[in-house]
């Protein structure tokens, strides 16, 4: 058991990691996805769903994107990175 020292030390330093990530996170401008990133798809197909999240193999000039298992080019803007 933790002396209650132990405990506020720990809040204290999950708070720290926690103000650091959010600082981290910038909404302004969303990640670029290249290949080899891994991604999650929005709009996933129920049957593949159970697959994610996805490796990108290769990006078109169009936006369209290839993932790994998945026929069918996606539209870069139903992916986010995982």
Not at 14 to 26: D, G, H, L, Y
Not at 59 to 72: A, D, T
């Amino acid at each position: 058991m933790l002396t209650k020292e132990e405990q506020n030390r720990i809040y204290e330093i999950k708070s720290i990691a926690t103000e650091e990530k959010n600082q981290n996170i910038t909404t302004d401008e969303p990640a670029s996805i290249k290949v080899g990133d891994i991604v999650v798809w929005d709009n996933c197909y129920p049957h593949l769903s159970s697959w994610q999240p996805f490796r990108v193999q290769r990006i078109e000039v169009n936006g369209s994107v290839k993932l790994e298992n998945v026929i069918n080019l996606i539209p870069i803007e139903e992916l986010k990175l995982a």
